[in-house]
């Protein structure tokens, strides 16, 4: 079993930065992938960034490359998210998710592959 819990939304302007973090408890192994997720009302939930836990390879949905990037501190158990240049449009509960393995990398994007999930995080982007 694995517990997730996100921590560091908040309300920011347009065009500013925050870091989520997400703290893992229990059995990370490494071949876990783990993942952030956002979801806005009314809209489906989906994939912004995953990262590989042994070798930290590194997932991007198109809108966000550039601007997030997504890291793992393994001594921590801990994975960040650090979004700069936000927009109001990417108002959304974000959410940490962790699988065990992905049968193909091509995956990443899929919640449905993510066996473990956190509370989310509200991040409000807004003047």
């Known amino acids: 079993q694995v517990q997730l819990v996100e921590s560091g939304g908040g309300l920011v302007q347009p065009g500013g930065s925050l870091r989520l973090s997400c703290a893992a408890s229990?059995?990370?192994?490494?071949?876990?992938?783990m993942g952030w997720f956002r979801q806005a009302p009314g809209k489906e939930r989906e994939a912004v960034a995953a990262?590989?836990?042994?070798?930290?390879?590194?997932y991007y949905t198109d809108s966000v490359k550039g601007r997030f990037t997504i890291s793992r501190d393994r001594a921590k158990n801990t994975m960040y998210l650090q979004m700069n240049s936000l927009k109001p449009e990417e108002t959304a509960v974000y959410y940490c998710?962790?699988?065990?393995?992905?049968?193909?990398?091509?995956?990443?994007?899929?919640?449905?592959?993510?066996?473990?999930w956190g509370q989310g995080t509200q991040v409000t982007v807004s003047t």
């Open positions: 990262i590989s836990w042994s070798g930290g390879s590194t």
């Open positions: 998710s962790a699988v065990p393995a992905l049968p193909q990398r091509r995956l990443w994007a899929d919640p449905g592959q993510y066996d473990y």
């Open positions: 229990g059995r990370i192994f490494n071949s876990h992938v």
